[in-house]
């Protein structure tokens, strides 16, 4: 057998696989999106209809306040758990980047058993004040299950990026008179761009495609996900559906494509 | 700031994220085995729940751990060569199929799953079946085995170990069988960990592709989070933990051999 049909056969199956189950029904989904009654219309609804619009709204800014904290959270913890050691330090990092493969109706059941009717934060806060909270079915909720799913993912590319930062740079600070806070600020910093940007769009685009987190705690804020399996489902409403999806898949693979030109890695939302 | 302060402060702050993540998780193992979680430990450990929990979805836990492991076979069959092809080929094209094969891990489930159904929702019998969700998972896992394996192949010469074997008279295929696919097996161990531990969790592809005869574990735990008490929710959580946890930490072992031997 000569060289390139050999290379041929190990590659025909993941075409046709790829091929019959993925590019196939993707660009079915497309044509069906723009061919409801009203032709190309189920497209603009997307910004047009005020529910789809507030939706989109809402979603774009629980995913981008998400994005925004975990990123922060997790620099800090990232670089306290990178620059320090000391006893329990591993069992840190593992408790920290254990979560990774939750699914996001997991998450939710998390959120539920620490803000909700029997949660700890409830019968902690009544013990203390005589005041039962309950934040799992609430914004406050949804938000932390986000970032419930979303710091295990940031956590481990920043922890990456730290290492590999060059400790020569800032001792070179620290040496021409930088304190702590101007060495971060104009050294450590600058130098983890690419993470951020990296990590945090992965963030943006789990956030923007997240589904079971907000399903298990039936939030009352209704997030892009949540709407399409409703148009889909209650409303049988598959063009709207489809092109909610389309809108949606194109947000989170933009967000991606960005990413990876701007910080030159590879890039990709997974869960 | 004084460095003694400073430490106590990140300190606190990293622990209290990581009791944000760990806490819920243990309150709901506990709460799993608990006899009254409403009252507490104190109203005993109870392994009923457990047994409860198996009466009703033993079917979804066998079916998520048989779809978990029909999806591997399937990977390992058609993600290895794959790799190995895409590797040989390089250049513009073998990108391009690695960006097209790597979309649904930038698209969100529901949409893939959408277009799925869309596509095939109308053949009966394989919409009923249980094959429909494997080929969602299939495709959502595919990208994470050939990734893996093209990363292990791209460290190693695999032209020459190649060129040796084929010297000795080894046939293209004796040549995979016996030269590439021993060479690259770190690659199809950490591709085979994930594609299993996803498989096990994956929910939004799964939602929207199960039949009330199909439904998988993360299924059955939406189910039994919206229509049971809490002490079953939570062990059923506990069964699943049970089968996860394992393979992550696999997951996290593996990673830090790799860093470890990547540094040396």
Not at chain 1, 46 to 67: G, N
Not at chain 2, 213 to 230: E, F, H, I, N, Q
Request: aromatic share 8%.
């Amino acid at each position: 057998m000569s060289r390139t049909s050999f290379v041929g056969l190990c590659l025909l199956p993941l075409l046709i696989t790829v091929g019959l189950f993925f590019v196939l029904p993707v660009f079915q989904l497309l044509i069906v999106g723009a061919n409801s009654p009203s032709g190309l219309s189920a497209y603009s609804a997307i910004v047009t209809e005020p529910r789809y619009r507030q939706s989109l709204i809402a979603t774009l800014v629980l995913s981008v306040a998400t994005t925004l904290v975990t990123v922060a959270v997790a620099t800090i913890a990232g670089l306290f758990l990178q620059r320090n050691v000391f006893p329990g330090r591993a069992i840190l990092i593992s408790i920290l980047t254990l979560p990774l493969a939750f699914p996001g109706v997991v998450v939710g059941f998390m959120i539920i058993i620490l803000g909700g009717r029997q949660g700890i934060v409830g019968d902690l806060s009544r013990a203390m004040t005589g005041q039962k909270v309950i934040f799992a079915y609430s914004i406050a909720g949804l938000f932390l299950g986000y970032l419930y799913f979303s710091i295990p993912r940031v956590i481990l590319t920043i922890m990456a990026s730290i290492e590999k930062l060059d400790p020569q740079l800032e001792e070179a600070a620290r040496s021409l008179g930088a304190g702590t806070w101007a060495v971060h600020r104009d050294v450590v910093l600058p130098a983890l761009v690419p993470a951020f940007i990296a990590s945090g769009a992965i963030c943006f685009a789990t956030a923007m495609g997240a589904f079971g987190t907000a399903f298990t705690l039936a939030a009352r804020i209704d997030v892009l996900a949540m709407v399409i399996y409703t148009e889909f489902t209650l409303n049988a409403n598959i063009a709207m559906a489809a092109s909610l999806s389309v809108g949606l898949g194109l947000i989170t693979w933009i967000a991606l494509a960005l990413a990876r030109s701007l910080a030159g890695s590879s890039v990709a939302a997974a869960g | 700031m004084p460095r003694k302060l400073s430490f106590t402060l990140q300190f606190s702050f990293t622990i209290l994220v990581a009791l944000f993540l760990i806490l819920p998780a243990i309150m709901s193992m506990l709460a799993g085995i608990t006899t009254n979680y409403a009252r507490g430990v104190s109203s005993g450990l109870t392994a009923s729940w457990i047994i409860e929990v198996w009466n009703l979805y033993a079917d979804t836990i066998v079916r998520s751990l048989v779809l978990a492991f029909t999806t591997l076979v399937c990977t390992l069959l058609v993600g290895v060569p794959a790799a190995y092809a895409l590797h040989t080929i390089g250049g513009r094209i073998a990108r391009l199929i690695e960006e097209v094969i790597t979309l649904p891990l930038a698209i969100p489930g529901l949409a893939i799953a959408l277009a799925l159904i869309i596509t095939y929702g109308g053949s009966g019998s394989f919409r009923q079946s249980s094959a429909f969700i494997l080929v969602g998972h299939v495709v959502f896992t595919m990208p994470f085995m050939v990734r893996s394996v093209m990363a292990v192949l791209g460290s190693i010469d695999v032209s020459t170990l190649e060129e040796g074997a084929a010297s000795l008279g080894a046939s293209r295929w004796q040549r995979f069988i016996t030269v590439v696919v021993p060479n690259v097996r770190p690659g199809i161990l950490a591709g085979s960990l994930m594609v299993v531990t996803l498989s096990l969790g994956e929910f939004n592809l799964t939602w929207m592709l199960h039949t009330p005869l199909t439904k998988t574990l993360p299924v059955g735990l939406a189910d039994s989070y919206a229509s049971m008490r809490l002490e079953i929710a939570s062990a059923y959580t506990l069964v699943f933990f049970v089968m996860i946890v394992p393979l992550l930490v696999a997951m996290q072992i593996m990673g830090q051999k790799q860093s470890r031997s990547s540094k040396s």
